[in-house]
């Protein structure tokens, strides 16, 4: 069992940046690679960026160059640097870990709202 718990999300004006925050507990040593999804209303959830245990990242082609996701091995945390906001990147995020096993696991979300 994994348990993964968001945090960062706010209120911020376009242009600005926020860091987001995913801590895991439990079977920590069973997460082959960990993500970051978001999904606005009406909208299907999309994959925002990942990180292997080998270090590979991917980023969806409409946040590279302004999101950058890292991970904290020894803090079994994850995070998500998030500059040059735009109104488009609202949205719910949600940190997802993948297991060797082939198990999803999912945080609540945290709601990131960029104003004009």
């Known amino acids: ?6 945090s ?5 004006q376009a242009g600005g940046a926020l ?3 995913c801590a895991a507990s439990g079977r ?5 690679a960990m993500g970051w999804y978001r ?9 925002v960026a990942r990180i292997t245990n080998t270090g ?3 980023y ?4 590279k160059g302004r999101f950058t996701i890292s991970r904290n091995s020894t803090k079994s945390t ?31 979300g945290t709601l990131v709202t960029v104003s004009s």
């Open 1 to 6: 069992q994994v348990q993964l718990v968001e």
């Open 8 to 12: 960062g999300g706010g209120f911020v």
């Open 19 to 21: 860091r987001l925050s």
């Open 28 to 32: 920590v040593f069973m997460i082959g």
């Open 39 to 47: 999904q606005a209303p009406g909208k299907q959830r999309e994959l």
């Open 56 to 58: 590979n990242t991917n």
């Open 60 to 63: 969806a082609d409409s946040v």
């Open 78 to 108: 994850v995070y998500l640097q998030m500059n040059s906001l735009k109104p488009e990147d609202t949205a719910v995020y949600y940190c997802n870990a993948l297991s060797i096993t082939i198990a999803d696991y999912w945080g609540k």
